[in-house]
C-alpha cells in the first residue's frame, strides 16, 4: 500500500472532507466508459469564474507601459488578457491534476476523483490552455510578449508540478502575477510596469506565505508581517502621483484620488482578515484571509491601473470586482462552498 496523501499547505478555502487519518489507499477515480466531461465539469475543473481575477493584470500592465510611453492600441492587443487569463485556467487544470491522490481523500467531490474528468484528460486540458495562452500572446504581441509568456507558463507549470509544497513555492507564485503584469506591458515600455508588476507580486507572496497555514494554522508573525505589507502595498500605490505629462489640473486631480480610493478598496477588502489572523492565528482565519487576499487582487489591480492615468481601465476593473462579488453572493446563497485557486 502507498503512503496516505498528506494535507498540503496550499490554499483551500473550505475544509477537509472527511478524515485522513481513514487510510486509503492511493486513489485511481473511477473509469465511466464512453461519458465526455461536461463543459460544466470542465469550467469546475479550470475554476472559471476565478479568471476574473487575473485579466487585471495584463489591464494593469498595459496601462502602466501606455503611461510611459504613448502607445497606440491595436485590436491584436485585446488577446493579452485573454492569453493571461488562457495560462491560468492551464494552471487551474494542472493543480487538480497534480493534487488528484491529496484531492481523493480531502476533496473527493472535484472532477478528477469523482471521476467526471479523467487525470490524462486534465492534463491535456492544462497543456492546450498553456499553449492556448501563449499563442495568443505571440498574435497580440509577437516575439516581445513571447519573451515574457513562455517563462510565465513555465513558472506556472513549475509552481503546480514542483515547487507547490516547496520553500520556494511562494516566490513561484508570486513570479507568476509579476510575469503576468509585465505580459500586458509588452506594447508599450515595460520598465513602466515594473512598480504594478512588483505590486502584485508581493501582494502574491503574502497571500501564498499566509495560504500556508490554512490547515494547522498560521502564526502571528506571519499573518502580522501579511498585514504590514498589504499597507506598505496600499500606501506605496496611493502616496505618489504618476507622471500624467501634459494632463489637465482636473485630470490630475481625478487620477490621484481615483488611486486613494481603489487602494483604500484594496485594503479594506483583506486587511481585516489578516488582522484577525494575526491577533487569532488559526487555521479558520488563515482560510478566510487568504481568501479576501485573493479578492483583494482586482481592487488591487485597479489601484496600480489608476495611478498610471488609466481611469477607463480602472473603471472596467472596478465592473470585474462587482461581478466577483455578485458570483461569490450567489454561490453562498446556494450554499456553495468558496472556490480555491490551488
Not at 107 to 122: F, K, L, M, N, Y
Request: aromatic fraction near 4%.
Amino acid at each position: 500500500m502507498n503512503p496516505v496523501p498528506q494535507p498540503r499547505f496550499a490554499p483551500r478555502f473550505d475544509p477537509p472532507l472527511g478524515d485522513s487519518s481513514d487510510e486509503p489507499a492511493r486513489y485511481t477515480a473511477p473509469r465511466l466508459p464512453g461519458v465526455r466531461p461536461s463543459l460544466r465539469d470542465l469550467g469546475e475543473l479550470v475554476r472559471a469564474p476565478a479568471a476574473l481575477s487575473v485579466v487585471g493584470d495584463s489591464l494593469a500592465g498595459l496601462a502602466a507601459a501606455r503611461a510611459g510611453t504613448p502607445t497606440a492600441l491595436r485590436r491584436r492587443h485585446a488577446l493579452l488578457p485573454v492569453a493571461s487569463a488562457c495560462l491560468y485556467l492551464g494552471g487551474m487544470a494542472l493543480n487538480d491534476y497534480a493534487d488528484r491522490d491529496l484531492d481523493a481523500v480531502e476533496r473527493p467531490e472535484r472532477p478528477i476523483p469523482s471521476g467526471r474528468v479523467t487525470p490524462r484528460g486534465a492534463l491535456a486540458v492544462g497543456t492546450a490552455l498553456t499553449a492556448a495562452g501563449v499563442a495568443a500572446a505571440g498574435l497580440a504581441g509577437g516575439r516581445r510578449a513571447l519573451a515574457v509568456a513562455v517563462p510565465l507558463a513555465a513558472c506556472v507549470w513549475t509552481y503546480d508540478l514542483v515547487a507547490k509544497d516547496h520553500p520556494t513555492g511562494p516566490f513561484v507564485m508570486a513570479a507568476c502575477r509579476g510575469l503576468d503584469v509585465l505580459l500586458g506591458a509588452t506594447p508599450g515600455h515595460l520598465r513602466s510596469a515594473l512598480p504594478a508588476a512588483a505590486g502584485l507580486a508581493a501582494h502574491t507572496l503574502g497571500v501564498t506565505v499566509l495560504s500556508r497555514g490554512e490547515v494547522h494554522g498560521t502564526t502571528t508573525q506571519v499573518a502580522g508581517g501579511v498585514a504590514v505589507g498589504t499597507l506598505a502595498g496600499a500606501a506605496a500605490a496611493a502616496a505618489t502621483a504618476p507622471a500624467a505629462g501634459s494632463a489637465t489640473t482636473g485630470r490630475r486631480t481625478a487620477v490621484r484620488w481615483t488611486t486613494v480610493a481603489a487602494a483604500g478598496a484594496y485594503a479594506a477588502a483583506c486587511l481585516p482578515a489578516q488582522v484577525r489572523a494575526a491577533v487569532t492565528p488559526t487555521a479558520g482565519n488563515a482560510r478566510t484571509a487568504t481568501r479576501s487576499g485573493i479578492q483583494a487582487m482586482v481592487p488591487l489591480q485597479a489601484t496600480w491601473a489608476a495611478r498610471s492615468g488609466g481611469l477607463g481601465t480602472t473603471a472596467l476593473l472596478a465592473g470585474v470586482a462587482a461581478v466577483g462579488y455578485g458570483l461569490r453572493f450567489l454561490g453562498r446563497a446556494r450554499g456553495k462552498a468558496g472556490v480555491s485557486i490551488t
